[in-house]
């Protein structure tokens, strides 16, 4: 019988809510992504340590007392290889649900896309779904993925979007195929304008088009930052006075753990210029408002 994720986070108690942690192996040892992938990623982020699962990402979190939005890419069409499932990642977040909040991913190139992300939030309560432009190898703003749009609009939950330059595929021969030029967030301005009702979350500092990604969230308000995959020091000066001025209710702390973590990012924040006054809500509130967890 399914279980499916009712959240259970007590927000008071709450540091912080990073909003991208990635599974990257499920309880049966099977990888994510395929082998040459996961080591050109780990070459290329120079992390080499292991893929924790997803029991131990939130013992990990509790003991930091943050909550995490927790996710896989399904990308079986692009890599013919498959994924880590997201109903999977749902049970273990139910499992813990006291920091974890699941977040879906399903293959868009696929027929049946659209059924199973409803399935995903009607059968196991998904909080949000996941995508990656890049490595699923679709473009955002084709109107093939509209119907899957409206499906996650109608859910009232938001979709994350990778965007800018990946390492995934990084240093394989012709990046083994996969092409930047589909995480441009302004692929994402169309759906953006069309699904007003739907939060998109563009991923990242957006290298190289931090502007874009600037521009799309100054014009569309149902669109936001989240600040992981990158150390705070290597930040975008006009990322910085974005969040620390006119973005600031709309920037999200993610990490992109295991990749990066929490405990290096909070410590090389320290070292920019985001100002004292806007970190509650990078750090945590921007997102409790994003997620609905403080109904």
Same mark, same amino acid.
């Given at each position: 019988?399914?279980?499916?994720?009712? *959240?259970? =986070?007590?927000?008071?108690?709450?540091?912080?809510?990073?909003? $991208?942690?990635?599974?990257?192996?499920?309880?049966?040892?099977?990888? #994510?992504?395929?082998?040459?992938?996961?080591?050109?990623? #780990?070459?290329?982020? *120079?992390?080499?340590?292991?893929?924790?699962?997803?029991?131990?990402?939130?013992?990990?979190?509790?003991?930091?007392?943050?909550?995490?939005?927790?996710?896989?890419?399904?990308?079986?069409?692009?890599?013919? $290889?498959?994924?880590?499932?997201?109903?999977? /990642?749902?049970?273990?977040?139910?499992?813990?649900?006291?920091? !974890? =909040?699941?977040?879906?991913?399903?293959?868009?190139?696929?027929?049946?896309?659209?059924?199973?992300?409803?399935?995903?939030?009607?059968?196991?309560?998904?909080?949000?779904?996941?995508?990656?432009?890049?490595?699923?190898?679709?473009?955002? *703003?084709?109107?093939?993925?509209?119907?899957?749009?409206?499906?996650?609009?109608?859910?009232?939950?938001?979709?994350?979007?990778?965007?800018?330059?990946?390492? =995934?595929?990084?240093? !394989?021969?012709?990046?083994?195929? !996969?092409?930047?030029?589909? #995480?441009?967030? =302004?692929?994402?301005?169309?759906?953006?304008?069309?699904?007003?009702?739907?939060? /998109? /979350?563009?991923?990242?500092?957006?290298?190289?088009? @931090?502007?874009?990604? !600037?521009?799309?969230?100054? $014009?569309?308000?149902?669109?936001?930052?989240?600040?992981?995959?990158?150390?705070?020091?290597?930040?975008?000066?006009?990322?910085?006075?974005?969040?620390?001025?006119?973005?600031?209710?709309?920037?999200?702390?993610?990490?992109?753990?295991?990749?990066?973590?929490?405990?290096?990012? @909070?410590?090389?924040?320290?070292?920019?210029?985001?100002?004292?006054?806007?970190?509650?809500? /990078?750090?945590?509130?921007?997102?409790?408002?994003?997620?609905?967890?403080?109904?």
């Amino acid at each position: 019988m399914t279980t499916r994720y009712e *959240s259970a =986070i007590d927000v008071a108690a709450l540091t912080a809510i990073d909003v $991208h942690v990635h599974i990257e192996v499920d309880g049966h040892g099977h990888h #994510s992504l395929p082998d040459d992938l996961v080591e050109a990623a #780990s070459r290329y982020f *120079s992390a080499d340590g292991p893929r924790p699962d997803l029991d131990s990402v939130a013992a990990y979190y509790r003991e930091r007392r943050m909550a995490a939005v927790v996710f896989t890419v399904d990308a079986e069409t692009q890599l013919g $290889h498959s994924p880590v499932s997201s109903a999977e /990642i749902a049970e273990g977040a139910a499992r813990n649900n006291d920091v !974890l =909040i699941p977040f879906g991913s399903v293959d868009p190139r696929r027929t049946d896309a659209v059924d199973r992300a409803r399935r995903l939030v009607e059968e196991h309560g998904v909080r949000g779904f996941k995508f990656h432009p890049t490595v699923q190898g679709f473009d955002p *703003s084709d109107e093939r993925h509209y119907p899957l749009y409206a499906v996650i609009q109608d859910a009232a939950v938001p979709a994350l979007f990778h965007t800018g330059q990946t390492g =995934i595929g990084a240093g !394989l021969p012709g990046g083994r195929g !996969l092409r930047l030029g589909l #995480s441009n967030p =302004i692929l994402l301005d169309p759906v953006a304008a069309d699904f007003p009702d739907l939060q /998109i /979350i563009m991923a990242h500092p957006s290298v190289p088009w @931090q502007d874009e990604a !600037l521009s799309v969230a100054t $014009h569309k308000h149902n669109t936001w930052i989240d600040l992981s995959g990158w150390s705070p020091k290597y930040f975008p000066e006009t990322l910085v006075r974005a969040a620390n001025s006119y973005l600031k209710s709309r920037v999200l702390f993610g990490s992109d753990f295991p990749l990066l973590t929490p405990d290096r990012w @909070q410590r090389d924040v320290a070292t920019t210029a985001l100002k004292q006054e806007v970190m509650p809500g /990078i750090l945590k509130d921007n997102a409790v408002r994003l997620l609905g967890l403080g109904a």
